[in-house]
């Protein structure tokens, strides 16, 4: 089996780090915090003393990491060392930009590259249930996906560099879009004395189904699971709506898009996520909706 270098231990990178080692790869791993490199230790990873270290004769690493600046920095140090012909493979969610320019590093130095961003949460990770959207050459993409089924169940190769984090920000801006047009509703419909259960039994079987009703109810009864039940723990924190909803903005801007709804959505979760809810689960966005009565 290959040898993986896994680089970014966190809430996502610890489980699927953990998930190729259950697959019986030789994971060595890497992260700048003592405390994730002993979870993965204890996951049977190999621990190496810096990201170069860990990628030095790796056929395949896999970075996991907070935003652009990091992966472009670990890249940086990485790909020079990494032997020609081997993968690399970020599955952080950055900017499309930040992406691209991962991309060309990675062909100047002859090493194969996929951008994956995933979907599936840190509960996704755990259970090697995530989505990776990809981006790359067809060649890496086919080297690629053997390695990603251990982690996901859902693999899908979108186009060329930074397809998949393109995929990723428009989906999870549909998703907050969602999420506050949904809030809205249930804030509409206590106001007119429909009860909560009326609401989502009408609107989850008509024109108004959406995941963010069906899989994600922001108030407590109907979606036995979600986090509306469980005082709005994450779940996916408004932090990284907040993150995704930034990234689709500056994406917009950048190309040209007009988004109007994604923009205003980015303004609610901003307002939001500043009051001190930045740890709380981003359906909690249904208390904002309803704080705004009378303001608007
Ligand atoms: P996290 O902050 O828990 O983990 C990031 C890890 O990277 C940390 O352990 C940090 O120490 C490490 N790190 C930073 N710089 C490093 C470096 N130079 N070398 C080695 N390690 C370094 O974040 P997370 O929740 O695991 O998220 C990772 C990425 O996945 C982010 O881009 C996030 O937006 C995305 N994501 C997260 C979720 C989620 O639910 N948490 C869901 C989908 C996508």
Request: charged share 15%; net charge neutral; hydrophobic share 45%.
């Amino acid at each position: 089996m290959a040898t993986i270098a896994f680089i970014g231990l966190g809430n996502m990178g610890g489980p699927m780090a953990a998930n190729l080692v259950k697959a019986g790869y030789k994971v060595v791993a890497s992260d700048l915090v003592e405390a994730s490199r002993a979870q993965a230790k204890s996951a049977g990873a190999d621990i190496a003393e810096s990201a170069a270290a860990a990628a030095r004769g790796a056929e395949v690493v896999v970075t996991m990491l907070p935003a652009g600046k990091h992966v472009l920095a670990v890249w940086n140090d990485v790909v020079p060392v990494m032997t020609k012909g081997a993968l690399i493979i970020d599955s952080s969610t950055i900017d499309v930009e930040s992406a691209r320019t991962a991309h060309a590093l990675a062909v100047k130095h002859g090493i194969a590259s996929i951008d994956a961003p995933v979907s599936g949460g840190t509960g996704g990770a755990k259970a090697a249930t995530l989505t990776f959207m990809c981006g790359g050459e067809d060649g890496a993409f086919a080297k690629a996906r053997p390695i990603l089924e251990n982690m996901g169940k859902k693999i899908v190769h979108c186009g060329g560099a930074g397809a998949g984090q393109a995929a990723k920000i428009c989906n999870n801006m549909i998703l907050g879009i969602s999420m506050i047009a949904v809030s809205e509703a249930f804030a509409l419909g206590e106001k007119l004395g429909l009860s909560h259960q009326a609401l989502f039994d009408v609107a989850s079987t008509s024109s108004g189904q959406c995941w963010s009703l069906t899989s994600y109810c922001p108030v407590p009864g109907p979606v036995p699971a979600s986090p509306a039940n469980n005082d709005y723990r994450p779940g996916f924190a408004t932090a990284l709506m907040l993150k995704d909803l930034t990234l689709s903005q500056d994406a917009a801007k950048a190309s040209g898009a007009a988004t109007p709804l994604g923009q205003h959505a980015q303004e609610i979760y901003k307002a939001f996520d500043a009051a001190g809810n930045s740890g709380v689960d981003f359906s909690g966005i249904i208390q904002h909706v309803r704080s705004l009565t009378g303001k608007s």
